[in-house]
């Protein structure tokens, strides 16, 4: 049981590429969640899905777009990097229920040059 | 929606000294969450606690739902202690995503 697991770690783009963030989580969670952290700051949310094949957008969405490929998977896309997308990126899921807890990922750490 | 405030915002300890940590939120809560942000950047869960109390070996968090703040409380502290302690709320009608305060830096010193 791996939890939730994040690639790459650590990635360096020159403004305007593009690059793809991968989640996946073992847990058989329904949602997952794209968030944030800037220096200084508490994680802010990106994008959320609340189920396979639903997303929408939460608080900071502009220059990303997400996919729910499957139960399992919630990729994160930056289309043109730009500098100001440089953060420390987490993906989470939620169990529902009883215990309404939310379980992070490693990070991947994102410069943009 | 629901505001999260965290403070102090630093905090300086001597190994085996106590603190308390405090989080207020703005609204009712279905979740709250205490987290440990590691050096290394990892998130740690450290409790669930949307009301009532629990402890875990030297922590121990409290949350009083209609007051609208909960409490970490760290008991004989050690240098592995150190990092970023996070509040995180979540409150109803949302879809189900946290809302983090700025959160409490602490350092514990030999």
């Known amino acids: 049981n791996a939890g939730v697991t994040q690639t790459p770690k650590f990635q360096v783009l020159k403004t305007g590429q593009s690059m793809t963030l991968q989640c996946a989580q073992d847990?058989?969670?329904?949602?997952m969640y794209w968030y944030r952290q800037d220096p200084g700051m508490g994680l802010r949310l990106i994008y959320y899905?609340?189920?396979?094949?639903?997303?929408d957008k939460g608080e900071v969405p502009n220059g990303y777009n997400v996919s729910r490929l499957n139960k399992r998977e919630f990729s994160l896309r930056l289309e043109s990097a730009a500098p100001s997308q440089t953060s420390v990126y987490f993906c989470?899921?939620?169990?529902?229920?009883?215990?309404?807890?939310?379980?992070f990922g490693p990070g991947t750490r994102l410069t943009v040059l | 929606g629901i505001q999260v405030e965290q403070s102090p915002p630093d905090l300086i300890l001597q190994e085996g000294a106590n603190s308390t940590l405090r989080c207020n939120f703005s609204?009712?809560?279905?979740?709250l969450q205490w987290f440990h942000q590691n050096p290394w950047g990892q998130l740690i869960n450290l409790f669930y606690?949307?009301?009532g109390t629990k402890q875990n070996g030297r922590l121990s968090a409290t949350t009083v739902a209609t007051e609208r703040y909960s409490l970490l409380y760290i008991s004989s502290s050690q240098t592995t202690d150190s990092g970023v302690y996070f509040c995180?709320?979540?409150?109803?009608?949302?879809?189900?995503?946290?809302?983090f305060g700025k959160g409490t830096k602490l350092s514990v010193k030999p």
């Open positions: 606690i949307p009301s």
């Open positions: 609204d009712s809560v279905n979740n």
């Open positions: 995180a709320a979540r409150g109803g009608g949302s879809q189900g995503n946290l809302i």
């Open positions: 847990m058989n969670h329904n949602s």
């Open positions: 899905s609340a189920s396979e094949g639903t997303t």
């Open positions: 989470a899921s939620r169990e529902a229920g009883g215990v309404d807890t939310q379980y």
